[in-house]
């Protein structure tokens, strides 16, 4: 998954517009990983995969 970079204002969770998703940077990572926490799932940003829809970019 890829995102426009301006849109991050630096924070430590973020909303990746326009797909609504959670993002968080590698500190979070870290420290959900140091307190074990396991109600979530962690993904880096590289493997994730989105199905898009080609016509939603066709010009008409």
């Known amino acids: 998954m890829y995102f426009d970079e301006s849109q991050w204002d630096g924070s ?3 909303l990746v517009q326009p797909l609504n998703s959670i993002a968080v940077t590698e ?3 870290r420290l959900f990983k ?4 396991t109600n979530v799932r ?6 994730v ?3 898009v829809t ?5 010009k008409d």
């Open 12 to 14: 430590d969770f973020f």
């Open 27 to 29: 500190k979070v990572y």
């Open 34 to 37: 140091r307190a074990k926490v």
């Open 42 to 47: 962690l993904t880096p940003l590289i493997q």
């Open 49 to 51: 995969e989105l199905d």
């Open 54 to 58: 080609l016509d939603q970019f066709e």
